[in-house]
């Protein structure tokens, strides 16, 4: 059987500027993380991913890198680097950093000497293009859409050309034809490989090739169609890949999970990702992100979960990569909406998050759970548009502000809804000031519901959220469990679309998982079934009746069974 380390993990990822200051500048830093280890520890995880620290002007939060071996000043310093990666190995627990190299800052010394002339020998670290001239206006060279808004393209006028960039201006993308760029970005790797990290995410890997210069199909009076095709899973990224496996994940044991984006096909994760595909160790893809009406409502007392739509992506995933690959299993990272405001229910926010921790946590793959997500911290409750700090929620408020210009509420609400700040708020410690995450007021925003919802709170009640987490990493990691939790096959069970049913099964242990995401009553037939204990639930009792449990609103068991033939 293919195993490996990171298949044993609970991850846990941080988002380093909310989750703790340590020195009282209002925003989380490294000295912050180290000061919660412990924490992470009780929690029972063995994995973190850190988002970037690197040293970067903060355009995209730290995605923008502008050095990749040096810290940004707000976060600490190498030295506290090194410390917290010393201290989190002497606790057990392994270090997973986002590798960034689609692209870099345009404060990174490579793109500053790159803009410089066409001869400049660092040009060809980046893509680019001479414009069109179309009516006498010079325009971009092709009519592709950013991520962010506007075009994947940005004029500068040093040399009258443009720079692909499918992010943010300021964050230019890599050219990876260039074997400088490959051998260059392997040399970050190597470098943090040999300070000891654990492993990376790949942030926007399936990117590094790009289509032909061709416009892209647009609607009327679209003017840069985001066209995922154009730069997403195209042929030349596996040649980039396997490289990188071959100098650099391989020659170390390290994981690398990459970020592949909405437009991956499970055909393409196994491209990435198969045991025998020599690539990467996993891909975090996002069928399972979107799965409700989120993009046609601006209430959110209106979101709706498409059951239907979740187990069948679930089930597809799980399937195509039994005994072919692993995969991670998050509800969500720094990019989306919080879980409670996502896939929970604000009625119900204890039932439906515990509910929702154990459908995860319960399938095969490598758990990761989202900073506050163990407390079901919630959406921001944006007011003002002014409150948004990320490059894309300000693009994404503007452009419907532009479409519906006399209804600047309504493009609040929308932007609020699917904002990157909602996950990127202040990490709430305890009811004190400041929720306990700073002794100044925080930088990053703070929810006002935290005197209700904090870590110091939950720790206090064993039946609190943060205890259910605990428990389900417990019985993954130390119980007789582990083998079926971890490694056992997954089987849907047909039901209505109301719950979500699967068996797990290894040798001759099977587990039965039974979710109810309803506000009404469920009930379940148990008959095929001989239940021989309870490992987890959301309630106190569990109702059986003639061979059905009777389910209360987000219900959620795990039995251990033996199958009656
Ligand atoms: C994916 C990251 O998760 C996101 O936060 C970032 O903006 C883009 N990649 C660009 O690096």
Redesign the pocket.
């Known amino acids: 059987m293919h195993q490996k380390w990171w298949m044993e993990s609970v991850g846990y990822q941080i988002y380093p500027k909310s989750f703790y200051d340590s020195n009282g500048d209002g925003i989380g830093d490294l000295k912050g993380i180290i000061e919660k280890l412990d924490y992470l520890k009780e929690l029972g995880v063995n994995l973190i991913w850190i988002c970037p620290f690197y040293d970067s002007p903060m355009d995209?939060n730290g995605?923008d890198v502008r050095n990749y071996f040096d810290v940004q000043e707000m976060f600490g310093s190498m030295e506290d680097v090194h410390e917290l990666i010393k201290q989190a190995h002497e606790k057990g627990i392994k270090i997973v950093l986002d590798y960034?190299l689609?692209?870099t800052s345009d404060e990174h010394p490579w793109f500053i000497e790159s803009r410089k002339s066409k001869d400049n020998p660092y040009r060809d670290y980046y893509i680019w293009h001479d414009g069109r001239t179309v009516d006498g206006h010079k325009i971009e060279p092709t009519n592709w859409g950013s991520f962010f808004g506007g075009s994947a393209w940005a004029y500068d006028e040093v040399t009258d050309s443009y720079y692909m960039k499918i992010?943010s201006n300021k964050?230019p993308d890599l050219n990876w034809k260039n074997e400088k760029v490959q051998d260059a970005m392997i040399e970050v790797a190597k470098t943090w490989l040999n300070w000891g990290v654990d492993g990376f995410r790949l942030?926007?890997v399936s990117h590094l090739d790009r289509a032909p210069f061709e416009d892209a199909k647009a609607l009327p009076n679209e003017k840069y169609p985001l066209d995922w095709f154009k730069f997403s899973n195209l042929p030349k990224v596996h040649d980039y890949l396997k490289k990188l496996n071959q100098e650099v994940f391989s020659v170390h044991d390290c994981v690398a999970i990459g970020?592949v984006g909405g437009s991956a096909s499970i055909e393409s994760g196994l491209n990435y990702s198969a045991f025998d595909s020599n690539e990467l160790s996993m891909v975090f893809s996002f069928d399972h992100n979107w799965c409700n009406n989120l993009s046609d409502i601006i209430n959110p007392k209106k979101l709706k979960t498409n059951v239907k739509d979740l187990k069948t992506v679930f089930n597809a995933w799980q399937t195509a990569f039994k005994d072919r690959g692993w995969l991670p299993l998050n509800w969500l990272?720094?990019?989306q909406p919080r879980l409670i405001s996502h896939y929970g229910d604000y009625k119900y926010p204890l039932q439906s998050g515990k509910m929702l921790a154990t459908v995860l946590h319960m399938m095969r793959g490598t758990p990761f759970i989202y900073q506050g997500e163990e407390i079901g911290m919630t959406n921001y409750p944006f007011d003002d548009a002014a409150q948004f700090n990320d490059v894309?929620s300000i693009a994404a408020y503007q452009y419907y502000l532009e479409q519906e210009p006399d209804d600047p509420v309504k493009a609040l609400k929308r932007a609020g809804l699917r904002s990157?700040d909602n996950a990127r708020t202040a990490m709430q410690w305890s009811n004190k000031l400041f929720a306990g995450f700073s002794y100044q007021k925080p930088i990053p925003l703070l929810n006002p519901n935290y005197k209700k919802v904090n870590v110091q709170k939950q720790l206090k009640n064993q039946n609190s959220l943060w205890y259910h987490y605990q428990k389900l990493i417990q019985l993954r990691r130390f119980s007789i469990q582990h083998d079926v939790i971890t490694l056992g096959d997954f089987e849907l069970i047909e039901t209505n679309d109301e719950l979500y049913v699967y068996k797990r099964t290894f040798q001759d242990q099977t587990l039965l998982i039974i979710n109810s995401f309803s506000r009404k009553k469920q009930s379940f037939d148990v008959s095929p079934y001989e239940i021989v204990e309870t490992l987890i639930t959301n309630y106190p009792k569990t109702n059986i009746k003639d061979q059905k449990i009777l389910l209360k609103p987000y219900e959620s068991i795990v039995f251990k069974v033996k199958e009656i033939l």
């Open positions: 995209d995605y960034v689609n692209h992010f964050m942030d926007a970020e990272n720094h990019d894309s990157r």
